[in-house]
C-alpha cells in the first residue's frame, strides 16, 4: 500500500534558522506528493506538490520541497523559519483509488 | 470565491443521537472526502465519493454514513453506533483530469463533541 511516514513529533527551530520538516513514502511506481500545512482549529492549506519534473519544488510562503528517489523522500523546507510558520504538517501521497494517505503529521514550534 | 464550506463549525451530541455534519462545495470537483483527526493519529479516512450517487467505506466507517445526492454536496452523519465520535472532522474535495488526483482542497472542518 502506498504510504509516507514522518518520522519526527515535533521539531523545534529557532527564528530565523532553517526549518525542515522530514518525510520518507512507500509506493509502486511514480511518487505524486504532497505537502500541507494546519493551524489550530481549521482545516489543511495546501503548500506544494511533486508530480513530475524538477526534484526541488518550490510552493507557498516561501516553502520548498526536495524530492529525492534514491532516498524515497521529499522533506519541506523553508531558509529562515518565522514565529507565524508554527504549525502542524502533513506530508500525504497518492494512494490506492486516487485518494490521498496522510501522514501522522510534525508539529513544528518556532522559537521567537 | 470558490470553495468548501463545512457546517456547522461546532456541534455537540448527546449519547444515542445521530448528527449530520454538513459539507458543500462550489469547485465543480468530482470527488468528495471525509477524515477524522484525533490528537497524534493524523488523518483517518471514513468515506469517499468519486461520482455522484456512488460511494466508498475509507479506513475506518464504521458508525457513519452518507449520501452523495449531488456534486456539491457529501453530509456525513455520525449514528449512534460510532462509539467515540468526539472528534475534528475534516471534509475534502479533488480535481482529477485522466484519473489523476492533483490534490485536496479542505475545508474548515467541524469539530464534534459528545456531552
Known amino acids: 500500500a502506498q504510504s509516507v511516514a514522518q518520522p519526527e513529533d515535533q521539531v523545534n527551530v529557532a527564528e530565523g534558522n532553517p526549518l525542515t520538516v522530514k518525510c520518507t513514502y512507500s509506493?509502486?511506481?511514480?511518487?505524486?506528493l504532497f505537502w500541507y500545512v494546519q493551524y489550530p482549529n481549521r482545516g489543511l492549506q495546501f503548500l506544494l506538490k511533486y508530480i513530475t519534473g524538477d526534484n526541488l519544488v518550490k510552493g507557498s510562503y516561501g516553502f520548498e520541497a526536495e524530492f529525492n528517489k534514491s532516498q524515497t523522500s521529499f522533506h519541506l523546507k523553508k531558509p529562515s523559519a518565522l514565529v507565524s510558520d508554527s504549525a502542524l504538517y502533513f506530508c500525504?501521497?497518492?494512494?490506492?483509488?486516487?485518494?490521498?494517505?496522510f501522514g501522522k503529521g510534525n508539529q513544528v514550534v518556532v522559537i521567537p | 470565491d470558490g470553495g468548501i464550506t463545512q457546517s456547522p463549525k461546532y456541534l455537540f451530541r448527546k449519547e444515542g443521537q445521530n448528527v449530520t455534519l454538513s459539507c458543500e462545495q462550489n469547485l465543480n470537483h468530482d470527488a468528495m472526502y471525509w477524515y477524522r483527526q484525533d490528537p497524534g493519529q493524523g488523518l483517518r479516512l471514513i468515506y469517499y465519493?468519486?461520482?455522484?450517487?456512488?460511494?466508498q467505506k475509507g479506513d475506518i466507517a464504521e458508525g457513519y454514513s452518507v449520501s452523495r445526492e449531488k456534486k456539491e454536496s457529501f453530509p456525513l452523519t455520525v449514528t449512534s453506533a460510532q462509539k467515540n465520535p468526539t472528534a475534528f472532522y475534516l471534509c475534502?474535495?479533488?480535481?482529477?483530469?485522466?484519473?489523476?488526483?492533483?490534490?485536496?482542497?479542505f475545508g474548515s472542518g467541524t469539530r464534534l463533541t459528545v456531552v
Open positions: 500525504a501521497v497518492r494512494a490506492e483509488n486516487n485518494r490521498l494517505a
Open positions: 465519493s468519486q461520482i455522484v450517487n456512488d460511494f
Open positions: 475534502a474535495s479533488s480535481i482529477t483530469r485522466g484519473k489523476t488526483n492533483y490534490g485536496y482542497t
Open positions: 509506493v509502486s511506481g511514480n511518487p505524486y
